[in-house]
């Protein structure tokens, strides 16, 4: 419930509107001449943990597959996330990074050592997909590379040996090794997770042993890639908060601001999912309006968490050079049934869909601070963008929200004011709309708007101030049940369709479905 007020409260005051009657047309301004902070791409971020069959069915089947693959990686998978523009993805963990020695994944298969995956379902863990693997993958789908290393349960040397083998010219014996195994050049690491929720599956370290850890591990991985400098740099990513646990936080930014010369880091990592309660216990499926409700009034607390986060940062960083990476994020639900409870298997519906544009809107409106962030996860686990079984692969309602999104990388961020409105099922009320808009590197403004109202379509007028609107066109998603899926069988259930919009004397107008997700690029 205190979330709930949050965030509506937090929209009210956003918006600075009173709220409208249900049916009355939303009027909303979008300020040409005002241009924030860059939508940086990296918000739109994946996440990809040894977990359930997130790696080993999901992306690696293996060189000698009947399903179509390149060195082992599915192709069907590496096509659905191209189209994604995915700029970076976090491997190998999550709880799994610390208990993860890189030296099992590589060389030889007859090498790779089979360990136990003890977070996730005991299941074993047979090192195919190691390093090589996990580079192929970032080549093939075209993203960046962030590597979190093991802080729980290994060491500086080992992570530093890690970085080395990666990034050093084959002059040095771990460049050498790498170049034996087949690839010469350096690799590029654009993020170093130092450690995973160090204050829990991570080894439950204080603040302060954490952040003495965290200084060393700063001081000596080095990145050896010589492209790697200057803007390139690697940058490094310490633990942060746990969801409105704020003491690694505070501890990781007080230790920033006394640096010494010999460390730095660019970002600090904040974990948090939407369950509606813990453990999560939420069906994914057969859900009804009033369990919609609340889980989307849920999600909006995203937003406190990172406006009283940003301001905690401000306090020893005013100038945000330090990132806040939201790099776990998305909707939690029970397992599905019958499926392995330590497999976080669960489906993925039109509700979900909306609740990823929301928090895509949020850090997008917290552009300044929050240049980064990774949804959990990518492949067959928690809020996937892609589910696959044997050789069927179908791509999830929240997959086509990343895909309407991808105008949105890299554009830097416009005001917009609109009266959200209000509605309520049962004790909940949420807004009727949110909305974001951005001007695209070509020049061009695009818009997306959510219409969280299940019953209601919403009539809406964009106006665009200070630039010529002459024409509009976009995709809208939705579908007739928020609970609606896509199935292997039918899997255009949720799927984005072509939207009409009218541009008249400059003024946009358009009515935006129930429950739906539409963008438009404005011209
Ligand atoms: O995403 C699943 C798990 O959630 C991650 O491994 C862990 O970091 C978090 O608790």
């Given at each position: 419930m205190r979330s709930f007020t949050q965030c509506v409260l937090g929209l009210l005051w956003l918006t600075g509107g009173v709220a409208a009657a249900a049916d009355s047309p939303v009027e909303l301004r979008i300020d040409a001449q005002h241009p924030g902070a860059l939508i940086h791409r990296d918000i739109f971020g994946q996440f990809a943990e040894h977990l359930g069959t997130g790696i080993y069915g999901g992306i690696w089947v293996g060189k000698d597959s009947a399903i179509p693959n390149v060195r082992g990686i599915r192709s069907d998978v590496v096509g659905a996330l191209r189209a994604l523009k995915v700029p970076n993805v976090r491997w190998p963990g999550g709880c799994f990074a610390d208990e993860y020695h890189w030296r099992d994944g590589i060389g030889p298969a007859?090498?790779?050592?089979?360990?136990?995956?003890?977070?996730?379902?005991?299941?074993?863990?047979?090192?195919?997909?190691?390093?090589?693997?996990?580079?192929?993958?970032?080549?093939?789908?075209?993203?960046?590379?962030?590597?979190?290393?093991?802080?729980?349960?290994?060491?500086?040397?080992?992570?530093?040996?890690?970085?080395?083998?990666?990034?050093?010219?084959?002059?040095?014996?771990?460049?050498?090794?790498?170049?034996?195994?087949?690839?010469?050049?350096?690799?590029?690491?654009?993020?170093?997770?130092?450690?995973?929720?160090?204050?829990?599956?991570?080894?439950?370290?204080?603040?302060?042993?954490?952040?003495?850890?965290?200084?060393?591990?700063?001081?000596?991985?080095?990145?050896?890639?010589?492209?790697?400098?200057?803007?390139?740099?690697?940058?490094?990513?310490?633990?942060?908060?746990?969801?409105?646990?704020?003491?690694?936080?505070?501890?990781?930014?007080?230790?920033?601001?006394?640096?010494?010369?010999?460390?730095?880091?660019?970002?600090?990592?904040?974990?948090?999912?939407?369950?509606?309660?813990?453990?999560?216990?939420?069906?994914?499926?057969?859900?009804?309006?009033?369990?919609?409700?609340?889980?989307?009034?849920?999600?909006?607390?995203?937003?406190?968490?990172?406006?009283?986060?940003?301001?905690?940062m401000d306090r020893y960083d005013p100038s945000k050079k330090v990132t806040l990476a939201v790099d776990e994020w998305g909707i939690w639900l029970a397992p599905l049934p019958g499926s392995n409870p330590g497999f976080l298997v669960q489906q993925n519906s039109l509700r979900d869909a909306l609740l990823a544009a929301l928090n895509l809107n949020i850090f997008s409106r917290h552009a300044d601070r929050v240049r980064m962030a990774n949804i959990a996860q990518m492949i067959n686990v928690l809020q996937a963008m892609v589910m696959t079984d044997g050789a069927r692969m179908v791509l999830t309602p929240t997959y086509h929200v990343f895909r309407l999104y991808v105008p949105f990388q890299d554009a830097q961020y416009v005001p917009v004011t609109f009266d959200a409105g209000q509605f309520s099922i049962g004790t909940t009320t949420l807004p009727r709309i949110d909305a974001i808009a951005a001007r695209k590197p070509d020049g061009h403004f695009v818009v997306a708007l959510v219409n969280l109202d299940p019953n209601h379509a919403v009539p809406l007028r964009a106006h665009l101030d200070g630039a010529a609107l002459h024409s509009a066109h976009g995709e809208e998603l939705t579908a007739p049940h928020v609970d609606a899926i896509n199935t292997f069988d039918a899997p255009q259930t949720v799927a984005p369709r072509a939207l009409s919009a009218q541009v008249t004397d400059g003024v946009l107008a358009l009515t935006l479905a129930p429950s739906s997700v539409s963008v438009l690029e404005l011209q």
């Amino acid at each position: 419930m205190r979330s709930f007020t949050q965030c509506v409260l937090g929209l009210l005051w956003l918006t600075g509107g009173v709220a409208a009657a249900a049916d009355s047309p939303v009027e909303l301004r979008i300020d040409a001449q005002h241009p924030g902070a860059l939508i940086h791409r990296d918000i739109f971020g994946q996440f990809a943990e040894h977990l359930g069959t997130g790696i080993y069915g999901g992306i690696w089947v293996g060189k000698d597959s009947a399903i179509p693959n390149v060195r082992g990686i599915r192709s069907d998978v590496v096509g659905a996330l191209r189209a994604l523009k995915v700029p970076n993805v976090r491997w190998p963990g999550g709880c799994f990074a610390d208990e993860y020695h890189w030296r099992d994944g590589i060389g030889p298969a007859a090498a790779r050592k089979s360990t136990i995956n003890t977070n996730w379902g005991g299941a074993v863990e047979p090192n195919s997909f190691g390093t090589d693997e996990f580079i192929d993958f970032i080549e093939q789908i075209g993203s960046d590379v962030y590597l979190t290393v093991n802080v729980g349960s290994g060491s500086v040397r080992e992570a530093a040996e890690w970085v080395e083998y990666m990034t050093a010219a084959p002059s040095s014996s771990a460049g050498k090794e790498r170049a034996a195994n087949g690839h010469p050049a350096p690799y590029r690491i654009k993020y170093l997770g130092v450690g995973n929720e160090s204050w829990g599956c991570g080894g439950a370290l204080s603040p302060d042993y954490y952040v003495n850890q965290m200084r060393e591990y700063s001081r000596f991985v080095h990145n050896f890639n010589p492209a790697q400098t200057g803007a390139q740099a690697m940058q490094r990513i310490a633990v942060g908060a746990d969801g409105e646990k704020l003491d690694y936080l505070e501890s990781v930014m007080r230790a920033w601001r006394d640096k010494v010369w010999s460390w730095d880091l660019e970002g600090v990592s904040l974990h948090w999912y939407t369950s509606g309660g813990w453990p999560p216990a939420h069906p994914s499926t057969h859900f009804g309006l009033d369990e919609y409700a609340k889980l989307l009034a849920d999600t909006l607390h995203m937003d406190s968490l990172v406006s009283t986060q940003s301001a905690l940062m401000d306090r020893y960083d005013p100038s945000k050079k330090v990132t806040l990476a939201v790099d776990e994020w998305g909707i939690w639900l029970a397992p599905l049934p019958g499926s392995n409870p330590g497999f976080l298997v669960q489906q993925n519906s039109l509700r979900d869909a909306l609740l990823a544009a929301l928090n895509l809107n949020i850090f997008s409106r917290h552009a300044d601070r929050v240049r980064m962030a990774n949804i959990a996860q990518m492949i067959n686990v928690l809020q996937a963008m892609v589910m696959t079984d044997g050789a069927r692969m179908v791509l999830t309602p929240t997959y086509h929200v990343f895909r309407l999104y991808v105008p949105f990388q890299d554009a830097q961020y416009v005001p917009v004011t609109f009266d959200a409105g209000q509605f309520s099922i049962g004790t909940t009320t949420l807004p009727r709309i949110d909305a974001i808009a951005a001007r695209k590197p070509d020049g061009h403004f695009v818009v997306a708007l959510v219409n969280l109202d299940p019953n209601h379509a919403v009539p809406l007028r964009a106006h665009l101030d200070g630039a010529a609107l002459h024409s509009a066109h976009g995709e809208e998603l939705t579908a007739p049940h928020v609970d609606a899926i896509n199935t292997f069988d039918a899997p255009q259930t949720v799927a984005p369709r072509a939207l009409s919009a009218q541009v008249t004397d400059g003024v946009l107008a358009l009515t935006l479905a129930p429950s739906s997700v539409s963008v438009l690029e404005l011209q």
